[in-house]
């Protein structure tokens, strides 16, 4: 980052807005699939023989099974026999030709979100990143230029790119919306059917829901893809909903959960709670008779009928022992062993006869004794049987899901929340980690294996979680440190890192032809996060901001006096101008009074100095019409905060809320973070050729791969091409730290 996600708190605040479009996204796939399922029922008598696809030039992207599958398989090769003239004149007419000057057959990218430049300079000179130093001995090591901000989802959307987000119009995960000024999702909209049908107490959606990616601009495997160039897009941050090109695409970041949030995890217990008592996600207090717990698992709302409510599915817990229990969901039954997750379990919600809406969800049992405490994640589209589109083409999710089973396809999979609010416990969190990085290398590799020819891209984002979280063990001077650190987490983060090196020496064993290039990239870096800033407090006592004291700690802005309010904070490094004619409530005057407000507040702002050591909070305040350029740079907050190490947006300013104190020490799990100034936080770029290129970005790495396979670099492209020299060849030396073998 990823996901630095504002993570559930902040998303799921502004998800909420986007579920009455959801409900109708389900009423449209269950309607669908009724329809869907009696085509394919006629196909499938017509065409008993066994089919398989075959996605892209030489990709070998096999599938077989599922009805959909066979249908999608069946009608696609038919459809295509039959249009193969038509498409061959077109693309002899339309499509541009293949470069002739390409410097190479495939580009690898490997993506480590947040893999530190410090640290991993620190490793390196340590001896503990084997890989890596062969892979920097072959080609190059460099600090990589995030962003401003250095987070996930205008980071990765700049790496896409090739633009400055004025051009690509992702500023922060969150936006306020300019007629209510309550947060929404910046990079996906939902908007419902504009027409429907009511029959009785049913409601039909006539038409299709409209699911917006905001990102702008293009993608350079877009661009590619008018070449011919085939690609394979596994999990990039901000690619959902999916956009059509030429191969394979899995989305990431933004994805929702089946209930249209971006992660709603769910704690069934026995224990009655306290009224003060919070544990985030959705807390269900369940009755235990004798052994017996029965309980329902929450789905999405009725599509047809919102007088039902949610859909649901019951389930019942048989306790057999302390630390074994039996759980029973639609007719089948998972054993629970404590602190064990179970497999993806498949949950069908039943919407009407014949209808059906599909999710994947874990179980882990974390108590029978005293009380019974059940922890189930986040209910996932379930990737074979999707609800909503997750990947393009709409098959290749589902492959995915033959060749490997069920697979978590929420954005933000890891529950970092479940972990900040004491539901789950650090190795519940490990393991979630370590659990969704091995369903991303299965899909990683067969798509290095697949894709011989063209851009192989993943991204795996579990080192910016694990980092997010177990800071606190690294930095002895962070609040959330406890005074003993238990041992087997003590190196947490240096093991994640080796890990990672480990990764890529498997990848390089992949790579390792002359005419593949490999980059790992991070998008960003780390530091501790010890100290949080309420912005919104500090615009109140400086007379920026009018709070009726009675609703001071209300969310997403709703204790704030429009009429007196010039300035606000949302999100996670922005301070908004109340800007007539812009904001429904503005009150502050746009050209000259809004300037000089501007360098007002960023003047008095980055002079801020903590009470609690005497050190400066602020390293700069950016103004956005000064370092944005392009048709979306007005959608950017006004002044942009850069942090200096250690300090963050405290936890209530990113949602809204404020409080009496500027400053508030951070005692949560979620220790370390990256939303400062870009300067303290680079990336990481590596490449297994020299890269003679001073100072690159994240943002050159679109035009570099361009440049590489000969397609000409846009113009309107921010980013420069890298000067990359050729392949060197591999001493014996050198080839012995390169694993042969694919674990």
Request: proline share 6%; with cysteine; aromatic share 10%.
């Given at each position: 980052m990823t996901l630095s996600q504002v993570h559930r708190q902040l998303s799921v605040a502004a998800f909420a807005r986007m579920r009455a479009g959801g409900t109708r996204i389900l009423a449209n796939a269950a309607t669908g699939n009724w329809r869907l399922l009696l085509l394919t029922a006629v196909l499938v008598l017509l065409v008993p023989s066994p089919a398989q696809a075959y996605v892209g030039p030489g990709a070998g992207f096999a599938l077989a099974g599922s009805f959909f599958a066979v249908f999608a398989a069946v009608f696609s090769a038919v459809l295509m026999i039959l249009t193969w003239p038509v498409r061959l004149v077109s693309r002899a007419l339309f499509r541009r030709r293949a470069p002739a000057r390409s410097r190479v057959k495939r580009v690898v990218i490997l993506g480590l979100d947040g893999l530190d430049h410090g640290l991993t300079t620190q490793f390196l000179a340590e001896g503990k990143l084997p890989h890596l130093a062969a892979l920097r001995d072959q080609g190059c090591f460099k600090a990589l230029g995030s962003t401003l901000p250095p987070i996930s989802p205008v980071a990765w959307s700049s790496f896409q790119t090739g633009v400055n987000p004025g051009k690509h119009n992702i500023f922060d995960f969150l936006t306020p919306d300019l007629r209510t000024y309550e947060p929404k999702l910046s990079s996906v909209e939902i908007r419902p059917p504009r027409r429907s049908l009511r029959l009785g107490k049913y409601v039909l959606p006539l038409g299709k829901a409209?699911?917006?990616?905001?990102?702008?601009?293009?993608?350079?495997?877009?661009?590619?893809?008018?070449?011919?160039?085939?690609?394979?897009?596994?999990?990039?941050?901000?690619?959902?909903?999916?956009?059509?090109?030429?191969?394979?695409?899995?989305?990431?970041?933004?994805?929702?959960?089946?209930?249209?949030?971006?992660?709603?995890?769910?704690?069934?217990?026995?224990?009655?709670?306290?009224?003060?008592?919070?544990?985030?996600?959705?807390?269900?207090?369940?009755?235990?008779?004798?052994?017996?717990?029965?309980?329902?698992?929450?789905?999405?709302?009725?599509?047809?009928?919102?007088?039902?409510?949610?859909?649901?599915?019951?389930?019942?817990?048989?306790?057999?022992?302390?630390?074994?229990?039996?759980?029973?969901?639609?007719?089948?039954?998972?054993?629970?062993?404590?602190?064990?997750?179970?497999?993806?379990?498949?949950?069908?919600?039943?919407?009407?006869?014949?209808?059906?809406?599909?999710?994947?969800?874990?179980?882990?049992?974390?108590?029978?004794?005293?009380?019974?405490?059940?922890?189930?994640?986040?209910?996932?589209?379930?990737?074979?049987?999707?609800?909503?589109?997750?990947?393009?083409?709409?098959?290749?999710?589902?492959?995915?899901?033959?060749?490997?089973?069920?697979?978590?396809?929420?954005?933000?999979?890891?529950?970092?929340?479940?972990?900040?609010?004491?539901?789950?416990?650090?190795?519940?969190?490990?393991?979630?980690?370590?659990?969704?990085?091995?369903?991303?290398?299965?899909?990683?590799?067969?798509?290095?294996?697949?894709?011989?020819?063209?851009?192989?891209?993943?991204?795996?984002?579990?080192?910016?979680?694990?980092?997010?979280?177990?800071?606190?063990?690294?930095?002895?001077?962070?609040?959330?440190?406890?005074?003993?650190?238990?041992?087997?987490?003590?190196?947490?983060?240096?093991?994640?890192?080796?890990?990672?090196?480990?990764?890529?020496?498997?990848?390089?064993?992949?790579?390792?032809?002359?005419?593949?290039?490999?980059?790992?990239?991070?998008?960003?870096?780390?530091?501790?996060?010890?100290?949080?800033?309420?912005?919104?407090?500090?615009?109140?006592?400086?007379?920026?901001?009018?709070?009726?004291?009675?609703?001071?700690?209300?969310?997403h802005l709703a204790g704030v006096d429009w009429s007196q309010t010039r300035a606000f904070a949302i999100g996670l490094t922005g301070i908004f101008l109340n800007i007539k004619d812009k904001y429904a409530q503005g009150i502050v005057t746009p050209g000259d009074e809004a300037d000089r407000l501007r360098e007002e507040i960023a003047q008095r702002l980055k002079t801020l100095i903590d009470p609690e050591n005497g050190t400066q909070a602020i390293k700069r305040v950016y103004q956005a019409p000064k370092v944005y350029r392009g048709p979306y740079k007005d959608h950017a907050p006004d002044l942009i905060v850069g942090y200096e190490r250690g300090y963050r947006v405290s936890w209530e300013a990113a949602i809204g809320k404020t409080t009496r104190d500027v400053f508030h020490s951070n005692t949560k799990a979620w220790s370390g973070d990256h939303c400062v100034d870009p300067s303290v936080v680079p990336g990481v770029l590596f490449c297994d050729r020299p890269v003679e290129s001073e100072n690159p970005r994240l943002m050159d790495l679109g035009p570099t791969v361009l440049d590489l396979f000969g397609v000409p670099v846009p113009d309107y492209m921010d980013g420069q091409a890298l000067v990359v020299g050729e392949p060197a060849d591999r001493s014996p030396e050198m080839k012995k730290t390169i694993p042969t073998q694919v674990a």
């Open positions: 409209d699911v917006r990616l905001l990102r702008k601009s293009k993608p350079f495997w877009s661009i590619l893809s008018e070449y011919g160039i085939f690609n394979c897009i596994i999990r990039v941050p901000i690619t959902f909903p999916p956009e059509k090109l030429r191969g394979v695409q899995l989305s990431a970041m933004c994805v929702p959960d089946l209930r249209g949030t971006q992660g709603m995890f769910s704690h069934y217990t026995t224990r009655r709670l306290r009224e003060d008592e919070k544990t985030g996600g959705e807390v269900h207090v369940v009755v235990r008779t004798g052994n017996t717990i029965r309980a329902e698992l929450i789905g999405p709302q009725h599509p047809f009928r919102a007088d039902l409510g949610a859909l649901k599915v019951p389930f019942a817990i048989t306790i057999k022992e302390r630390q074994h229990a039996v759980v029973k969901l639609n007719g089948a039954k998972h054993e629970l062993r404590k602190d064990v997750y179970t497999d993806w379990v498949q949950v069908p919600f039943r919407v009407a006869p014949g209808i059906t809406v599909h999710g994947v969800c874990k179980f882990l049992l974390l108590n029978t004794e005293p009380d019974l405490e059940l922890y189930v994640t986040p209910i996932n589209i379930d990737p074979e049987k999707p609800a909503m589109a997750v990947g393009y083409p709409a098959v290749y999710p589902i492959y995915l899901a033959k060749r490997q089973g069920p697979y978590a396809t929420l954005g933000l999979a890891e529950d970092t929340w479940g972990l900040n609010e004491h539901v789950l416990g650090d190795e519940h969190f490990l393991q979630q980690c370590l659990d969704t990085d091995r369903e991303r290398e299965s899909m990683f590799f067969d798509g290095l294996d697949k894709v011989q020819r063209g851009v192989c891209v993943c991204v795996f984002d579990g080192t910016d979680r694990m980092q997010h979280m177990f800071w606190r063990y690294l930095d002895d001077k962070h609040p959330a440190r406890p005074a003993e650190v238990p041992s087997r987490y003590r190196n947490t983060i240096e093991d994640l890192y080796r890990r990672m090196d480990d990764l890529v020496g498997r990848t390089m064993a992949k790579c390792q032809d002359k005419d593949t290039l490999l980059m790992v990239i991070s998008d960003h870096g780390f530091n501790t996060f010890r100290r949080g800033i309420d912005l919104n407090r500090w615009l109140e006592e400086n007379g920026y901001l009018k709070v009726a004291d009675d609703r001071r700690h209300k969310e």
